[in-house]
């Protein structure tokens, strides 16, 4: 393990200089220095550099990645830190922590006496290794009273039961992106959505803004994007930080059942390449895969596999889609990926944050290109007197035929695509901009039926699967054999 530096005193600033090479990677991902504030502070300012710097971007060139964060004197420890008081990835080269006042991505408030802890995420370390410097200045001052944050209730924006619109996924200046999240609303409002999940990256800075820009007729869900360094996971319906650093399958098993037990909803996030790819299996308990992130082109035929070889196993698992947008304020160039592309509709009880989950929850979902015309696909079966919907389970008896009814709206001259445990099952071309079609498919052992609305392919599924081009998506129907 690296060694760690014992830090110059000087003027209330300590400086901490340091070594860190492969081994100490792959020893743990996470180095902490340990420093001690003392009573009477009330501003921390920290900043940091490091040798053969490069961006964090998967396509970067070679180079070292340090990621940023910090905890107070009340605990650091993996699941269970109380500590936690921010975090900005490689985004940021230093950080303010104030009494009010804190850098997007940390969270204001006392500056407890004690131990306090850097941490350093050794996301990459070349092989020549890595210098790193640190400074913490601390700031004395008078203490005062520190009012408490303004909790957000969006409680139920509105009460019918019907299919509602929205984001999954999406960052703001509280983490890698420039925009703030009135932009964010701003942005999501303009595009008619009803939800909005605002997923920073591995903190719950913005959070706090919640109650700041909640409007009557926008739901904002709070959220985390877990982001490790072996794959990314969304924490939805969230109260409290939950950890990242997660070096291994039982790690984020853990983490992700600590997210369960809270009542949040947990999703695998673009698991493909340049996702990054998700390398944490086998792990149980995820409630959905975001198995289209941004543009469909952007290897998300790779996420909707990683999806179907789940299902060929039995597993029941939600899918989802999130646009993933950085939103980027109005001073800078505009985001590549914009908000609602994809687009998750729901079909929920009420526009609520449990209404929303449940709905999810149940698989009661399906996913398109944009909430504006893009096509819509709704599955629907009936089996004797039960009918079934996308996400439901039907339970029948061996060699029963259970017949299927999907209505596709917005994709004239697409194709409807079903898929099932053994694969395609047929390929149907949609004659109008209303169409509905019936199939039947007789269940002799356990199966699922879900069903794409897609563009006329150019080659073969089968040996060109990157061929396959997207506009709709389903959850399935779960065909079960009755006892």
């Not at 996301?123 to 203490?143: D, K, L, N, T």
Request: glycine share 10%; proline share 6%.
């Amino acid at each position: 393990m690296a060694s760690i530096p014992i830090p110059i005193l000087k003027d209330e600033t300590y400086t901490f200089e340091g070594f860190v090479s492969q081994a100490d990677k792959q020893e743990s991902d996470y180095l902490l220095l340990p420093f001690a504030v003392p009573d009477g502070i009330v501003r921390l300012d920290l900043r940091y550099e490091y040798s053969d710097e490069t961006g964090a971007e998967l396509w970067a060139p070679s180079g070292n990645v340090i990621d940023l964060g910090v905890f107070d004197s009340r605990g650091s420890e993996f699941i269970t830190a109380r500590g936690f008081r921010g975090t900005s990835g490689s985004f940021r080269h230093e950080f303010s922590i104030g009494l009010h006042e804190a850098t997007p991505g940390y969270l204001a408030g006392p500056i407890h006496s004690g131990r306090w802890c850097i941490m350093l995420g050794l996301y990459r370390i070349v092989p020549r290794g890595c210098h790193y410097r640190a400074v913490v200045q601390m700031i004395h001052g008078e203490s005062e009273p520190i009012p408490e944050v303004e909790p957000y209730d969006a409680g139920v924006l509105c009460s019918d039961t019907r299919w509602y619109k929205g984001d999954l996924h999406c960052h703001t200046h509280h983490s890698d992106a420039s925009g703030t999240i009135g932009d964010l609303v701003q942005s999501a409002r303009a595009r008619g959505l009803d939800f909005l999940a605002v997923t920073d990256h591995n903190t719950i800075s913005h959070l706090r803004e919640f109650a700041r820009y909640a409007t009557a007729d926008l739901l904002l869900i709070p959220g985390e994007e877990i982001t490790t360094y072996y794959g990314h996971a969304n924490v939805w319906g969230i109260e409290k930080w939950h950890d990242f650093r997660a070096g291994c399958a039982a790690d984020m098993q853990r983490i992700i059942d600590e997210a369960s037990r809270s009542g949040s909803l947990v999703s695998i996030n673009h698991p493909k390449e340049e996702g990054p790819p998700w390398t944490f299996d086998p792990i149980s308990g995820y409630d959905c895969i975001e198995a289209w992130q941004a543009y469909w082109f952007v290897n998300n035929y790779q996420s909707l596999a990683f999806w179907d070889e789940r299902l060929r196993k039995g597993r029941r698992i939600t899918i989802v889609g999130g646009s993933d947008c950085h939103m980027a304020a109005p001073d800078k160039d505009p985001s590549p990926v914009i908000i609602g592309a994809p687009t998750t509709w729901v079909y929920a009880t009420e526009l609520s944050v449990n209404g929303i989950l449940d709905g999810i929850r149940a698989g009661h979902v399906f996913v398109n290109s944009n909430p504006d015309d893009g096509p819509r696909v709704y599955l629907a079966a009936v089996c004797g007197d039960v009918r079934a919907v996308a996400g439901d389970d039907l339970r029948v008896p061996r060699g029963t035929e259970v017949k299927f009814s999907i209505k596709v709206t917005g994709a004239g001259g697409m194709m409807l695509r079903f898929v099932a445990a053994q694969g395609e099952l047929a390929l149907v071309g949609i004659e109008d901009d209303n169409f509905t079609y019936g199939y039947a498919l007789k269940v002799n052992d356990t199966n699922y039926l879900r069903v794409e609305v897609i563009a006329p392919p150019e080659a073969d599924l089968k040996t060109e699967p990157a061929a396959l081009w997207v506009e709709a998506l389903s959850n399935p129907i779960y065909l079960r054999i009755a006892s």
